[in-house]
């Protein structure tokens, strides 16, 4: 009679609010999505859910979700649906079972006769039943496509979605695979370290680390931190942090403020949607529009099938041609080859051979690449499934098979066609334009031959009057490896380690000190080396550091700069013990701050190519004698292999974390706002005389800027100041002015932040100052993100963000709020964000 009465209770119970400990004979129906069990605290809860995008009849989920309903963080037979006569039962035999509206098992736990007392969603997001003392099922041992921050994972394990896979090996490369075979993404560790792992753990902190531990590991090796990483939520509130393997192939950490309904991207694995292989379904096309990547067919020979980048297939098959197949032709297309595709179907071979082979050779072959990359490389397809990636810039020429008649796709759009057709220009310009620039090209080649030729003997003589003349007349000198490595003596001086390379201490013949920079992972050509050479040592600005010159011999690149006595700024601000005593005045820090300010508004708005310096940090702002700052590495980004994972998600964001913009390390479009962004973070480390991302107690285990936002709405300026400059009288007008703007450039919304010209007019005083917000928006819903975020201005400026590959991850289907994030930037909208920071 009791029990009877406490089941009916219970079952009340659902109805209304949700319980915390549930019992067998207990159901929740797909019908009644308000009906849930929650966690103690009504973090989490399990409840059915409509299917998104919708199906037509609907069709439901049994997920955990968080508080706000997302993100969902498992689901019941991971993502197997259910009509609405579906239920998810508590079985009184003590299993869990969701079952569809005609009865049939969708899935089960197999908890049956274990002796199940009970089942409960805890409040770190994980599902148990127990037997009244120990948990016989846990769903965090049953892994869907989400880590949650308490989750281990281990070797073995793996997250699935559709058809894509991600685990662990034993050495603690991490890999995704499609079809549990093609290996089309990895991240190993830094050798050094993955030598005696015996079981590592990946694991996701919940202040948004990505890392590996292991027995012989004295510390975890960070893998990845989330571009949010240890900031706390808006006014306090939780953010879940949660690795998920989406199912458009791309691995990303999501945060979800407690109660918001939108995850935000902080991280992605793949940069470029395009590469992840099969995103567009076989024989689908993975472009860019604008920044979004759409899918398409090679041609219309094909037909999109339909549903979301279910790829294309061919509207007469092969087999109704046989013998008379043809080669379609695709331009700057690649077919993605990955292992373990590459070795034995990759030949040296031709491009008409590439095409001519796969037509009439032997055995099986449906499409083929030729790369022009200088490789000489062919890649067969021998397998029905071809994955695609066009782009202008893809240096590949791609063959499918296909039965006559071709039928090639259309130009781009009728809009665009237009549009050329009103700016066509005379042909005889063209010729008179395409001349004049081979003529350029011939006569810089020519001075850099000259220069090449002359310097042996110049060197030769130690005419140093004449090096000096060149030197001051502003062009390149070329240097020899040999000469380098004369004047460095066998590079024996290390001035320091940036993220490009080693910096050596050199003299040249003529006594002039240089600093010698040794790039490494250079990956661009001898042509474009030298181009972006000539555009660095364009540059003339008081606040820059000087490109004196250059050597580019075999694999060998090496830039020779002027060099700083006083080094670079971060040894001031923040000394290491046996060096206490060196320290700058405010005075001083002032006028670093805005010569910095000063240095990068050139590079941004007043040089003739301009640049997006994309590493701004303390390391990089060299001192000079009289502590005038000079900014250093800028025009190198754009030389770094761009699809150089390791590169970004291992060097840059390791190395300099704390000062990438957010947009940055999610992997999403980067301007020149993105340098505003790092500016700002290097101009508070100027103020305070501390790194913007430590956490101490101090700071109540908030990040140094999250922290100093909060004190700066106390009121509390000395607070953020260095305690070095406390005792001494100082202007603090201007001091708050710098905090001021230190804010409003470390919007989390590129947009809110104002361009470097107004940063050095309000930090001078000749601007207002408005109060700025929380760096960090509080982004409820979609909507928020999407209005702020109006464009991402000076596409023209930018060298890297301009270029029409730029990676972009957004992805189209999973979260409403990423796609808006990713639509909202429209690079013809520059002059709009522009006039929108006049108002600052
Ligand atoms: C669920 O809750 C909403 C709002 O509280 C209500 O409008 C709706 O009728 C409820 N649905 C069911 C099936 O109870
Ligand atoms: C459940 O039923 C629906 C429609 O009745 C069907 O579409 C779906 O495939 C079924 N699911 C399973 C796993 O059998
Ligand atoms: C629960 O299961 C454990 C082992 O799985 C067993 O040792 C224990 O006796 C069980 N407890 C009850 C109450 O059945
Ligand atoms: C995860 O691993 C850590 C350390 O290896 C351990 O302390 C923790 O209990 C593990 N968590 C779970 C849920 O197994
Ligand atoms: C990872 O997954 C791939 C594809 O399913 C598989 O071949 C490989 O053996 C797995 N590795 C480990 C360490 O489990
Ligand atoms: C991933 O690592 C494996 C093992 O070293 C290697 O064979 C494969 O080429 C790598 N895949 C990619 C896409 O780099
Ligand atoms: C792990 O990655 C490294 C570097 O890519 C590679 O050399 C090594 O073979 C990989 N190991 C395994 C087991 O995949
Ligand atoms: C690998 O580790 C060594 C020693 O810890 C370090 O010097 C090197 O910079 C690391 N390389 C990368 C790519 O992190
Ligand atoms: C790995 O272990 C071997 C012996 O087991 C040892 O010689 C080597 O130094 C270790 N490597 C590292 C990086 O600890
Ligand atoms: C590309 O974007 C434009 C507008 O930005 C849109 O009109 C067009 O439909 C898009 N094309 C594709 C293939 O999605
Ligand atoms: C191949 O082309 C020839 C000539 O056009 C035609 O006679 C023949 O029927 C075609 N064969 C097939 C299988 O379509
Ligand atoms: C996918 O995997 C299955 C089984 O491993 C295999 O038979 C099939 O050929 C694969 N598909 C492709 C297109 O590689």
Redesign the pocket.
Same mark, same amino acid.
């Given at each position: 009679m009791y029990l009877n009465f406490h089941f009916l209770f219970s079952t009340l119970l659902i109805f209304t609010t949700g319980v915390t400990a549930v019992n067998p004979g207990t159901t929740l129906s797909a019908s009644n999505t308000n009906q849930s069990w929650s966690s103690p605290s009504s973090l989490f809860s399990l409840r059915f859910l409509p299917v998104d995008p919708p199906t037509s009849p609907p069709t439901f989920l049994a997920a955990i979700v968080y508080s706000g309903g997302a993100p969902i963080v498992w689901t019941a037979g991971n993502s197997l649906p259910v009509d609405s006569g579906g239920s998810l039962q508590f079985l009184t035999s003590g299993s869990l079972r969701l079952v569809n509206g005609s009865g049939t098992t969708v899935w089960d736990s197999g908890t049956a006769n274990l002796n199940a007392k009970s089942a409960t969603v805890d409040d770190s997001g994980r599902l148990v039943i127990s037997n009244g003392t120990n948990d016989i099922w846990s769903s965090f041992d049953h892994l869907t496509d989400t880590l949650l921050p308490s989750q281990n994972f281990s %070797?073995?394990k %793996?997250l699935k979605s559709g058809s894509y @896979?991600f =685990?662990? @090996? =034993?050495v603690g490369n991490l @890999?995704l695979?499609w079809n549990? @075979?093609v290996n089309f993404w990895n991240q190993s560790l830094n050798s050094t370290v993955n030598q005696n792992l015996t079981s590592p753990v990946l694991s996701l902190t919940s202040i948004g680390i990505l890392q590996l531990s292991d027995v012989n590991l004295s510390i975890p090796v960070v893998i990845a931190y989330s571009s949010d990483y240890a900031d706390a939520g808006s006014g306090g509130s939780d953010v879940l942090r949660v690795l998920k393997l989406d199912s458009d192939g791309n691995l990303r950490i999501y945060s979800t403020s407690r109660g918001s309904s939108n995850p935000i991207v902080r991280w992605a694995a793949v940069q470029d949607q395009c590469q992840v292989y099969a995103y567009c379904g076989n024989y689908g096309i993975c472009s860019y529009n604008n920044t979004n990547p759409v899918c398409g067919c090679p041609s219309k020979n094909f037909e999109m099938v339909s549903g979301v980048r279910q790829g294309c297939r061919r509207k007469v098959s092969l087999g109704d041609c046989r013998g008379n197949e043809t080669m379609l032709s695709l331009d700057h297309t690649q077919l993605l080859t990955y292992p373990p595709d590459t070795e034995s179907q990759t030949f040296f071979m031709g491009i008409s051979a590439c095409r001519g082979n796969c037509l009439s050779g032997s055995g099986a072959c449906f499409a083929s690449t030729s790369m022009s990359d200088g490789t000489g490389l062919c890649y067969i397809k021998s397998v029905d499934f071809v994955s695609g990636y066009n782009s202008p810039t893809l240096p590949s020429t791609s063959y499918v098979k296909v039965c006559p008649p071709l039928d090639p796709n259309p130009p781009p759009s009728l809009g665009e066609t237009a549009r050329e057709k009103s700016s066509r220009v005379p042909a005889w310009v063209v010729v008179a334009v395409v001349l004049g620039t081979l003529l350029g090209v011939v006569a810089i080649e020519g001075c850099f031959w000259f220069w090449c030729c002359r310097k042996t003997a110049r060197f030769g003589v130690l005419s140093a009057q004449y090096a000096l003349l060149e030197y001051a007349s502003g062009a390149p000198v070329q240097f020899t490896y040999k000469e380098l490595q004369r004047a460095t003596k066998g590079f024996k001086e290390k001035l320091g380690a940036g993220g490009f390379g080693a910096v050596y201490r050199g003299v040249l013949v003529n006594k002039t000190v240089v600093a010698v920079k040794q790039l490494e992972g250079i990956e661009q050509g001898e042509k474009q080396f030298r181009m972006e050479v000539a555009t660095i040592s364009s540059t003339h600005h008081l606040n820059l550091v000087r490109l004196i010159g250059f050597c580019s011999e075999g694999r060998h690149r090496l830039l020779v700069y002027e060099f700083m006595k006083n080094s670079s700024l971060d040894n001031f601000l923040f000394p290491k013990e046996e060096q206490s005593g060196k320290q700058l005045n405010w005075e001083y820090r002032f006028n670093i701050a805005l010569g910095t300010a000063r240095g990068i508004t050139y590079l941004h708005e007043e040089c003739r190519d301009c640049i997006v310096h994309c590493d701004i940090k303390p390391e990089n702002i060299l001192l000079d004698d009289n502590y005038v700052a000079k900014v250093s590495d800028f025009g190198l980004a754009k030389l770094v292999n761009p699809k150089d994972h390791r590169h970004r998600t291992l060097t840059s964001v390791r190395g300099t974390r704390g000062y990438l913009a957010p947009e940055w390390i999610a992997n999403l479009r980067v301007t020149s706002k993105s340098d505003v962004y790092s500016y700002g973070m290097v101009l508070l480390e100027i103020v305070s005389g501390r790194r913007n991302f430590d956490v101490s107690d101090e700071t109540n285990r908030k990040k140094f800027s999250i922290w100093a936002y909060e004190e700066f709405e106390k009121g509390n300026i000395k607070g953020i100041l260095d305690k070095r400059l406390a005792d001494i009288v100082i202007d603090m007008e201007q001091v708050t002015r710098a905090i001021k703007v230190c804010f409003w450039c470390i919007q989390e919304q590129p947009s809110q932040r104002p361009v470097m010209s107004k940063v050095v007019q309000m930090l001078e005083g000749v601007k207002e100052i408005d109060k700025p917000p929380p760096p960090k928006l509080v982004v409820e819903g979609p909507v928020s993100g999407t209005s702020t975020y109006i464009s991402s201005n000076v596409s023209a400026f930018s060298t890297i963000g301009a270029s029409p590959n730029v990676p972009s991850s957004s992805s189209s289907i999973q979260t409403s709020g990423v796609s808006n994030f990713a639509l909202g930037r429209n690079p013809e909208k520059a002059t709009s964000s522009l006039l929108q920071s006049e108002d600052l």
């Open positions: %070797v073995g %793996v @896979s =685990n662990l @090996s =034993n @890999s695979f549990d @075979s």
